[in-house]
């Protein structure tokens, strides 16, 4: 007579399929640890690449920024003139519905 398990789903297993579904898991196990293993060996041997990677990126960086047109002072502080006003102009109409909306909040729940 062989033992029998009840899996997650409620169905009922006879003992020598558990023990062949526990063998499979520890052999998924084993595989994902080796190929674990295997990634954090590679990734010491690619440790000088990217040194190189680096230094290319970086060289391919400051000439890109070379290429860039920068913005006169000039054009810098109009630029901000106008991104100050819109943000002052934003928190005068906020803080007017605020004040509004509060004013009447007061009006309506008043005893």
């Known amino acids: 007579m062989s033992k029998k398990n009840k899996n997650t789903s409620g169905n009922i297993q006879p003992q ?3 023990e062949e579904n526990a063998a499979k898991n520890v052999k998924k ?3 994902k640890n080796k190929e674990q293993k295997g990634q ?3 990734s010491k041997k690619d ?3 990217e040194k ?3 230094k290319r990126k970086a060289k391919e960086t400051l000439s890109e920024l070379k ?3 920068w913005p006169t002072f000039g054009e810098v502080c109009k630029k901000t003139g106008v991104v100050l006003v819109v943000v002052l102009v934003f928190a005068v109409v ?3 519905m605020d004040f509004g ?3 009447l909040m007061s009006l309506l729940t008043k005893k």
Do not use: C, S, W, Y
């Open 47 to 49: 440790k000088p690449k």
């Open 101 to 103: 909306l509060g004013k």
């Open 52 to 54: 190189g990677k680096l």
């Open 67 to 69: 290429k860039v047109t």
């Open 16 to 18: 020598a399929e558990v």
């Open 29 to 31: 196990q084993d595989v």
């Open 40 to 42: 954090q060996k590679k």
């Open 94 to 96: 906020i803080f007017g």
